[in-house]
């Protein structure tokens, strides 16, 4: 494990070193052969592999339901702590019927500063007073 770890650290400071020369250019004309040889390799050292090929179904098998629980578990992560975090447009989400209940409040304020703009007034009609629409 010392190995690759130390790869990835040296690859590092060489391209933060190199950064200024026409190496980064070669690198990057170089980088999608040597992933795709080291794929070719993968599966030929997997297909070669008897005792991993008659236990595929069961591997495949366990590799999917791993995934799909780390999906749903970094989804059900982001919506939680998602509720706590500041919405770029200022505030906390809450959810969409906390939104739907500050809307309905800004709605029902009277024309001027902290009213959408595309609120409906009480005849069903957007209020066509304001210069562009901006109230």
């Given at each position: 494990?010392?190995?690759?770890?130390?790869?990835?650290?040296?690859?590092?400071?060489?391209?933060?070193?190199?950064?200024?020369?026409?190496?980064?250019?070669?690198?990057?004309?170089?980088?999608?052969?040597?992933?795709?040889?080291?794929?070719?390799?993968?599966?030929?050292?997997?297909?070669?592999?008897?005792?991993?090929?008659?236990?595929?179904?069961?591997?495949?098998?366990?590799?999917?339901?791993?995934?799909?629980?780390?999906?749903?578990?970094?989804?059900l992560c982001v919506c939680l702590i998602g509720r706590f975090l500041p919405s770029p447009e200022g505030g906390f989400k809450g959810g969409a019927k906390a939104c739907a209940e500050a809307r309905s409040k800004?709605?029902?304020?009277?024309?001027?500063?902290?009213?959408?703009?595309?609120?409906?007034?009480?005849?069903?009609?957007?209020?066509?007073?304001?210069?562009?629409?901006?109230?």
């Open positions: 494990m010392f190995l690759p770890i130390s790869c990835i650290f040296i690859g590092i400071a060489l391209g933060l070193l190199l950064k200024r020369t026409a190496l980064p250019k070669l690198a990057d004309r170089l980088f999608m052969p040597i992933v795709c040889a080291l794929l070719f390799a993968m599966g030929y050292v997997t297909g070669g592999n008897a005792e991993l090929m008659a236990n595929l179904p069961t591997l495949g098998l366990q590799a999917l339901l791993l995934a799909g629980a780390t999906i749903v578990g970094s989804v800004a709605c029902a304020a009277p024309s001027g500063k902290g009213r959408p703009a595309d609120c409906d007034d009480a005849s069903g009609r957007k209020d066509e007073s304001a210069p562009g629409g901006i109230r």
